[in-house]
């Protein structure tokens, strides 16, 4: 398709929908129309994009005829809109975990995979947030060597968890200088049973457990990984953990390469590859930190070190923007590369 696109946004009012909106202008993202959608409670909202104003529509399935592309911001709600955006033409890109893992279905990072989206079939989904700042940091290892071992540990944003998420954050450390109690209510999980207090803790639970004790957002960075680097022989052990930041994450990583690797080879791979900033100079305290890498593009790699044992380990500390390059950001490039290769 020559002309531009006709989009639609599904989730425009949500903390992803509204990064979209603020990408289109910092990218000039152009298109022939542009469709806002939500849920009925948001519908009749007005926001400005690129200096006009759109009234926020309820999203249904007939929402998406004549639509060529719809960015789908996340939750449950893809599950039944997806195949209806699908059936009517238009190429659905989804953030949420539902057909993350169906094999009809591309899971795709533009800087890793780019080559996968030509497989679609109607939808083509985006990774989870913490798959995306992982790999963002590993495939310019594994294009040195093979990478055959990942221990890895996350630090999450409560904004992971929603603009909830970062409210109980605040009103926690607001009602702790106080010396007043407050009553969790959303995390780890507001779907949850029990709820802990963030603000000066720690809490080693995102999403539900699942049957192996690992909770389903460590075992979506396993089987993600797998799809995404098409090597399901990686062996990746994942700890996520929660943490009292308001937005970007962090990982910790230790990687085994087939070949072992100098630390120098490790940084200039980093260097060079699109999306990923070296961030290491530890003589000057430079490394990845969260406050400075929210709103930021890229994700930022540091702490770049030889194990201590293992001539073949290497450990880094990463930090990125979830919501950017882990969640809309990812998204459109997914669009843009569609769009620049005449695929939709
Ligand atoms: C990140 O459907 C829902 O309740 C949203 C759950 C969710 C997901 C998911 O599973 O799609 C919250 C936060 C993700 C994700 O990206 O996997």
Known sequence: MSKLPRVAVLGATGAVGQEFIR???????????????????????????????????????????????????????????????????????????????DPEVPLVIPEINPEDIAKHKGIIANPNCSTIIMLMALKPIYDLSRIKRIVVSTYQAVSGAGKEGIDELYEEAAAFAKGENYEPKILPSASLPKHYQIAYNLIPQIDIFL????????????????????????????????????????????????????????????????????????????????????????????????????????????????????????TLQIAEYMIAHDML
């Open 23 to 101: 990408l289109f202008e910092e990218r000039n993202f152009q298109f022939a129309s542009l469709k806002l959608l939500a849920s009925k409670r948001s519908a009749g909202k007005k926001l400005m994009v690129c200096g006009k104003e759109y009234t926020v529509e309820e999203a249904k399935p007939e929402s998406f005829e004549n639509i060529d592309v719809a960015l789908f911001a996340g939750g449950s709600i893809s599950k039944t809109l997806a195949p209806e955006a699908a059936k009517r033409g238009a190429v659905v890109i989804d953030n949420s975990s539902t057909f993350r893992m």
């Open 211 to 330: 049957d192996n004790d690992y909770t389903k957002e460590e075992m979506k960075m396993v089987n993600e990984t797998h799809k995404i680097m098409h090597d399901a022989e990686i062996g990746i052990t994942p700890t996520a953990v929660r943490v009292p930041v308001a937005r970007s994450h962090a990982e910790s990583i230790y990687v085994e390469t087939e070949e072992p690797l100098t630390v120098e080879q490790v940084k200039k791979a980093i260097e060079d590859f699109e999306g990923a900033e070296l961030v290491d100079d530890v003589k000057n305290m430079i490394y990845p930190m969260p406050l400075d890498t929210s709103d930021k593009t890229d994700v930022a790699v540091g702490r770049i070190r030889k194990d201590l044992v293992n001539p073949n380990g290497i450990n880094l500390w990463v930090s990125g923007d979830q919501i950017r390059k882990g969640a809309a950001l990812n």
